[in-house]
Structures are given as C-alpha cells and as structure tokens.
C-alpha cells in the first residue's frame, strides 16, 4: 500500500524558515516521475508550489514562491523535501505532497493520483 506522510510544518514568525518532509512507503520516489508539494488556505482552491521531474531532475515553482522554497529529493531515505525561507504570512496552509508516475503539472492536482495527509504551516506577521 502507497502512503506519503508529510511531516515539518508548524507556526513561524514572517521571515522564518521550515523544511517539510514528505516519507514514501509502498513504493520507491525513483519509480515515480512527478513529486510535487501543494498547498490550500481556508476558503481557497488547492495550489501547486513547486513540482520535480525525476526523469529529467528539473524542478518548476509558483511564481509567488520563486527564489524562496526548494523542492528537493533524497533517494537513500525516499523522502521529498521542501525548504522554505523568507516566509511570508501569505504561505499560511495546509501543506501537501503528491506522487504520480505519470504527467501532472503544478496546475492539475486532479492528475496526481497519491496524496499525503498535510502538514499546517502557519506564518505570524
């Protein structure tokens, strides 16, 4: 059974940094091509923060977290990462990640067929 358990969110003041943590177990991050973190606010659609491409090792990222988040993978501890700095009261939400051995973009969760739990992240003015 494929599970992703997120884990690393929590309450920073503006400015602050987190690093999320995503955990495979079911299955390995190499065997799946497209990694992505999303996230939703209350009231709001679900949106695409930043998304790797294992077949190609290239990244992509929302314009509003441009130069401040990293998505990253470490393949001996089948974990996906998201390093955060600079954060801004805006980034407040529910964090998630998603697997997909086939295409899904930043702009299609729907595709994305495996799904963590979320993490919050909540950042104070």
């Known amino acids: 059974q494929v599970q992703l358990v997120e884990s690393g969110g929590g309450s920073v003041q503006a400015g602050g940094s987190l690093r999320l943590s995503c955990a495979a177990s079911g299955f390995t991050y190499t065997q799946y091509c497209f990694l992505a973190w999303f996230r939703q606010a209350p009231g709001k659609e679900r949106q695409g923060v930043a998304r790797i491409y294992l077949g190609g090792d290239s990244t992509d990222y929302a314009l509003s977290v441009q130069g401040r988040f990293t998505i990253s993978l470490d393949n001996a501890k089948n974990t996906v990462y998201l390093q955060m700095n600079s954060l801004k009261p805006e980034d407040t939400a529910m964090y998630y990640c998603?697997?997909?051995?086939?295409?899904?973009?930043?702009?299609?969760?729907?595709?994305?067929?495996?799904w963590g739990q979320g993490t919050q992240v909540t950042v104070s003015p």
């Open positions: 998603a697997a997909d051995p086939l295409y899904f973009s930043l702009t299609t969760p729907s595709l994305a067929t495996y």
